[in-house]
């Protein structure tokens, strides 16, 4: 069974950062694209950055310069580097990831529990 952990989360003050990781485990040949999606209370979960196997990334646009996402495809990890952090990033980020096991059954997309990032004074 593959899972994603994530970790990372916590309180922040506005101007402050947070380096969030995802570890997915389990039956896993390989991991093609990996990323991570926000939802704040009352919203719509949104893609806040992908990064595919080969290393390119997509990012939202009002986060790009801001938010860094990086993988180490050794460990199966994705992170993500959130500086000059607002109140208005406020919200469970989650990540996700399209998943090829070894078994067939098993393959697809895969999304972690979700950590809580809360950006306050």
């Known amino acids: 069974q593959v899972q994603l952990v994530e970790s990372g989360g916590g309180l922040v003050q506005p101007g402050g950062s947070l380096r969030l990781s995802c570890a997915a485990s389990?039956?896993?040949?390989?991991?093609?694209?990996m990323g991570w999606y926000r939802q704040a209370p009352g919203k719509q979960r949104e893609l806040v950055a992908a990064i595919t196997d080969g290393g390119t990334t997509t990012y939202a646009d009002s986060l790009k310069g801001r938010f860094t996402i990086s993988r180490d495809n050794a460990k199966n990890t994705v992170y993500l580097q959130m500086n000059s952090l607002k109140p208005e990033d406020t919200a469970v980020y989650y990540c996700?990831?399209?998943?090829?096991?070894?078994?067939?059954?098993?393959?697809?997309?895969?999304w972690g529990q979700g950590t809580q990032v809360t950006v306050s004074s």
């Open positions: 389990g039956n896993i040949f390989a991991i093609n694209a």
């Open positions: 996700r990831a399209d998943v090829a096991s070894w078994s067939t059954s098993e393959s697809g997309d895969y």
